[in-house]
């Protein structure tokens, strides 16, 4: 038949294709060793640290420069990085740090004293000519610094318009990044597709939407990477990566689904988790309505089943969170704070003294968003806890970007509640940006449910000031007790990142800072 | 056929013109600014304020839909803030590969389709005939995505006979064979919904015609099967399935965007998606602008190969 004639030839050519197709595929089924793969959450906006917001571009960012500090391996303490050594004057509005000899850039300039004037003026100075290379959206996490100045070739100082305790973290934060001036200079807007740093591995490729290739950089100041490469692979569709790790596409995976963890139970996989400097809590509004009383704030934190949620809808991969800070911040966290136990009973005890039984209550959910874990099933289980001891709550669901529209101007006259998930890199920034009297949204700050606490104020303000990191410690501990006795927030969860590893993959770590540091990390 | 072409052609200026007013205004209409997504937990209105005059976002509306335009009339899209990158390189090799994936399904889903149209047309009822729909109404009713997912799931993960995502090899070389084992899979799962559409179509299109007289004459003159339906028929059917084919060539381009995301392939599609989370307003306008551009053009090319088919259409 005539008819099947074609058919059978379609099939040949078809099977002919299908083996064309086959044969390289079983070339490259094996990643080359000494070559990571990484499946990342995102394509990078830019490599440049100045520009950038997300942890998902400092995951490369941290590997390809250094900064004047850095975190200790395993904490959230600043150790000497490009600076070897600093001086703090009395007044705390003076930094004066020594820096490390004989560092290169990636582009063979030098690093000194100048190039350390160059990255802080080109983010803070409107008028220096390499300011139009941004813009620079975190730019204000150094607006207290007031100038700084070249002393000799290695040595720099900072001079700060006030007391700010939390300047040395900052510079270890990403955004406090050392970038090359020569390369900016060369490539002017283009260095974030063009960058050079001091870091264990130097740029060497950007495949839009593909990947991030970088090179080992030997002759590394802090001993050569093990590995040759690290390839950063965009893969945001979270089962697809799974997948990817699945078929040996990609050596490490970040950012797992909890629901994709057992996928990886067997010896050919390990599984990392890691405590970090995330919080995730349920803003109430203390200005208006039932949770204007204290002993209603409490009720909810009583009556939601922080165990279950973690559990149960997070699969274990986040902790019951006690209060306003994580316990990662480990120098500056209350060791004797207990969470609020699940205790409805309480709770119902609580609403009845305050005559509140049967409130109604508008709760802003989100989609999901930065930190956010699984809004939608947490903000679900919330509400079942909440009603179970007779309140009735009514769910109001955004988009990230309109739910943060919603809720940084403040919630009065519109909810009760919302959720809400930090991640920071100093135990000051939260609480100050969003715990204080002088935050409330229509200052320009977060403090979106309007506490406020003349106490914690007062405690946060001398904290900022405080150089002594012990004298600061006993600050934010009192703050601490006082914030979680006065429940302004839900707290819930702290979220415990997590990355999967082939078994070709060894030494590797996640740090508490949520960084990816890949310098001592080796691939066979 | 010139001023057929030409009026056409004048007529897309109108449609493009209305294209760029409705993505503009909707990007300036929707909840959230590209300062509150870059800025995310730290979006003070102080912050918010200072980067949406960095990033030009602080002039009137009106005044900003007239510079983009006349910038883009002048070939200029502007820049995208989220790839650091100019919005029309951007598109062009998002663009590329997003031709090669729907290309590529287009003329597996076109070829696949008539196939099956034709097949199941000329032996209505037969056994070819009932497999065939019964094929294909799996086909329209799977969603491309979990078919997708499913996919990769056995020929990638299970079988490891594909690649599961991307558009070339991390390592090794950038040639046809390897672009064809990673296109193999996004490309069936593209194809399957539309092949059963223009298949479906197809035989309906071909019942109609092998009812027809000249059919009837050109059997009785002894003219072969293969060639009564193959040469008469099908050629008198696709009057009917061209435009078809057009609009499921629109479906296939809409339909990219669901299998990029399942595929991470480079192209358009994934591009708008990150793009408009992010509140990237240029890439978004440039970018939707530019296939909107595309798919008009597109069209007018079809009914162009119409009137050449059907000497009835005038021109």
């Known amino acids: 038949m005539t008819l099947f004639k074609l058919t059978r030839r379609a099939m040949l050519a078809a099977g002919a294709a299908t083996a ?14 000494g070559v990571l793969i990484v499946g990342q959450i995102a ?53 004066t740090f020594t820096l490390r000899e004989g560092v290169t850039f990636h582009d063979g300039s030098a690093f000194d004293a100048e190039a350390v004037k160059f990255n802080f003026d080109r983010m803070l100075d409107e008028s220096h000519p390499y300011h139009n290379t941004g813009p620079f959206p975190l730019a204000f996490f150094f607006s207290a610094v007031e100038s700084v100045d070249v002393i000799d070739p290695l040595t720099v100082q900072f001079t700060l318009n006030a007391p700010y305790a939390p300047f040395l973290s900052n510079l270890a934060y990403p955004t406090g990044l050392i970038v090359s001036p020569a390369a900016v200079a060369e490539h002017g807007a283009d260095f974030g597709r063009n960058p050079s740093g001091t870091g264990p591995f130097k740029f060497a490729e950007w495949r839009s939407k593909e990947a991030v290739v970088v090179e080992k950089n030997v002759g590394y100041w802090d001993g050569d990477a093990k590995l040759d490469a690290v390839v950063f692979r965009p893969i945001t569709d979270a089962n697809t990566r799974t997948a990817e790790m699945l078929a040996g596409g990609i050596d490490l995976m970040v950012e797992v689904p909890p629901v994709a963890l057992s996928e990886f139970q067997d010896d050919t996989y390990t599984v990392h988790e890691q405590a970090g400097p995330h919080v995730w809590f349920l803003i109430l509004n203390a200005k208006e309505g039932p949770f204007a009383d204290k002993r209603i704030r409490q009720a909810a934190n009583y009556a939601i089943n922080k165990s279950a949620i973690v559990n149960d809808v997070l699969e274990g991969t986040a902790a019951v969170a006690a209060g306003p800070t994580p316990p990662a911040f480990a120098w500056a966290y209350n060791e004797t704070l207990e969470p609020y136990p699940y205790d409805p009973a309480k709770a119902k005890e609580l609403i009845a003294e305050a005559g509140a039984e049967g409130a109604e209550l508008t709760f802003y959910v989100t989609e999901g968003g930065s930190g956010m874990l699984d809004p939608v099933a947490m903000g679900t289980a919330i509400q079942a806890d909440l009603e179970a001891v007779g309140f009735d709550v009514k769910i109001e669901t955004y988009e990230w970007n309109t739910f943060l529209g919603e809720v940084n101007p403040g919630l009065e006259g519109k909810a009760d509640m ?28 977060f403090n979106s449910g309007y506490y406020s606490n003349p106490k914690v104020d007062e405690l946060l303000e001398a904290a900022r000031v405080a150089t002594d990191q012990d004298e600061r410690a006993a600050l934010y501990q009192e703050m601490q007790t006082i914030v979680q006795e006065d429940a302004p927030w839900v707290f819930v969860a702290n979220w415990k990142q997590n990355a999967v590893t082939s078994d070709r993959v060894s030494d590797f770590a996640l740090q508490p800072s949520f960084f990816l540091l890949l310098d001592d990390v080796a691939k066979n | 056929m010139a001023g057929y072409i030409l009026k056409r052609l004048l007529s897309a200026i109108p449609v493009l013109f209305g294209i760029s007013v409705i993505v503009f205004v909707i990007m300036a209409m929707i909840p959230g600014d590209p300062a509150t997504a870059i800025l995310g937990s730290y979006a003070t209105p102080e912050n918010v304020e200072k980067l949406n005059r960095d990033l030009g976002l602080d002039k009137p509306m009106v005044q900003r839909y007239f510079i983009w335009l006349g910038n883009m009339v002048q070939g200029d899209f502007g820049r995208s803030f989220s790839l650091n990158r100019d ?29 099956a149209g034709v097949v199941s047309a000329a032996r209505q009822y037969g056994l070819a005939d009932k497999a065939i729909t019964f094929a294909v109404l799996l086909g329209i009713s799977i969603p491309s995505f979990f078919l997708g997912m ?38 069936l799962a593209l194809a399957v919904v539309a092949t059963g559409v223009i298949a479906r179509l197809s035989r309906s299109a071909m019942l109609e015609v092998l009812r027809q007289d000249f059919i009837r004459t050109a059997r009785a003159k002894g003219v072969p099967e293969r060639a009564v339906i193959w040469r008469h028929a099908l050629r008198a059917a696709m009057v009917s399935i061209i435009p078809v084919l057009g609009v499921q060539a629109g479906f296939v381009l809409s339909g990219a965007v669901y299998i990029e995301m399942v595929f991470q392939w480079p192209g358009v599609g994934r591009m708008l998606v990150d793009a408009i989370l992010q509140r990237d307003i240029l890439l978004v306008q440039g970018g939707v602008v530019f296939v909107a551009a595309c798919y008009v053009l597109f069209n007018i090319a079809v009914d162009v190969a119409q009137s050449l088919l059907d000497p009835r259409i005038k021109t």
């Open chain 1, 20 to 33: 064309m197709a086959l044969s390289p595929i079983m070339a490259t089924a094996q990643t080359p060793p």
């Open chain 1, 418 to 445: 919302a959720e809400m998930a930090w991640m920071t890199n100093d135990p000051d920034t939260l609480p100050f940006l969003a715990l204080r009297t002088e935050a409330w949204p229509d200052k320009g700050g």
């Open chain 1, 43 to 95: 394509e990078p906006k830019a490599l440049d640290p100045a520009a950038v917001t997300a942890v998902n571009d400092f995951r490369i960012l941290m590997n390809v420069y250094d900064g004047l500090v850095r975190y200790k391996d395993g904490t959230l303490e600043v150790e000497p990085s490009l600076a070897t050594a600093w001086e703090i004057s009395e007044d705390g509005t003076v930094y």
């Open chain 2, 87 to 115: 919005v029309l390189d951007e598109v062009l090799d998002r663009f590329g590969a997003t031709l090669i994936l729907a290309g590529t399904s287009f003329v597996l889903c076109s070829i696949l389709g008539v196939a």
């Open chain 2, 150 to 187: 499913m996919m990769i799931l056995i020929f990638a993960v299970k079988l490891r006979w594909f690649p599961v995502s991307g558009m070339w090899p991390i390592y090794g070389a950038r040639d046809v064979p390897a672009l064809i084992s990673h296109l193999t899979l996004p490309a």
